[in-house]
């Protein structure tokens, strides 16, 4: 019985396996039809455009021993300025909480729900973001971690908002989810310009998109925004979409897994 529900387990994950497989060859050619659509009406983008962009790789694919990588960023800036790279991933709500003292012991006494907060930002810049734009600007298009625009919502009357969003960014710094590189976007020769984004092993999955500006003179000249597909892929995967689309099927086949383990170790130790 049980190994037919091996068997009958490793055909749906190779069906899977195939399905995922499909699934990653369309969102890489749509990200190509992507990249060719017209943009603000104006038609394809001619060679007169101020700003031209592009990725090393539109799909991170994550598997087993996936240990993180970098994509190049790259193009040409046809004017003189500034050239600002973000990437973000998609949003969710985070929970950050507080350690207090309570009848003598350290706990988790406080916590505070942070809305709108990317699981990924990181931005890199010619130079720092001070100098490049007034805040006004940097705030409207959320350039910098600190113009995120994280709404708290606390149950802390001692903290702030501030002071969680702050702990939320060190956080997030730590792990390497989060950050800021002034000068690390580099102009070669004029007009092409490159930098490398990283994306640590715990890097999140979900449609990201990479937005690069070209600010001259504390305005913005032009912007482009170019799509990124992070996702699982193999026998993880696999796994993760069992796991959460036929629950039943991978409970059973976890117990089962575990009874085995545990008969093997028992007959282990007797012949010992």
Do not use: C
Not at 99 to 122: E, K
């Amino acid at each position: 019985m049980f190994l037919t529900f091996r068997k009958s387990l490793r055909s749906k994950m190779s069906e899977r396996q195939n399905r995922a497989t499909q699934r990653v060859r369309r969102a890489t050619a749509l990200l190509a039809l992507l990249l060719l659509v017209p943009q603000s009406g104006r038609g394809f983008a001619a060679a007169t455009d101020p700003l031209v962009v592009d990725l090393s790789s539109h799909v991170v694919a994550i598997s087993s021993g996936f240990a993180g990588t970098n994509l190049l960023l790259f193009g040409v800036a046809e004017t003189d300025g500034d050239i600002v790279v973000v990437v973000r991933g998609p949003t969710q709500r985070e929970l950050v909480r507080r350690r207090a003292r309570l009848l003598g012991l350290w706990v988790n006494r406080y916590q505070a729900v942070i809305g709108d907060a990317p699981v990924y930002y990181q931005i890199a810049s010619t130079r720092p973001l001070g100098q490049i734009a007034s805040e006004s600007l940097l705030q409207r298009y959320r350039l910098g971690t600190q113009h995120l625009g994280l709404t708290v919502a606390r149950d802390d009357k001692d903290q702030s908002d501030a002071d969680y969003r702050q702990a939320l960014l060190r956080i997030k710094q730590r792990t390497g989810l989060y950050g800021e590189l002034a000068g690390s976007v580099t102009r070669l020769g004029g007009r092409l310009f490159r930098t490398q984004v990283t994306f640590p092993a715990n890097v999140p999955t979900g449609v990201y998109r990479a937005e690069v500006y070209l600010i001259r003179d504390g305005k913005i000249v032009s912007s482009r925004t170019t799509p990124l597909i992070i996702s699982k892929t193999g026998l993880d995967a696999e796994i993760f979409d069992i796991a959460n689309r036929h629950a039943a099927l991978y409970g059973a086949a976890a117990v089962a897994a575990a009874m085995l383990g545990g008969w093997f170790a028992a007959m282990a130790f007797r012949r010992g």
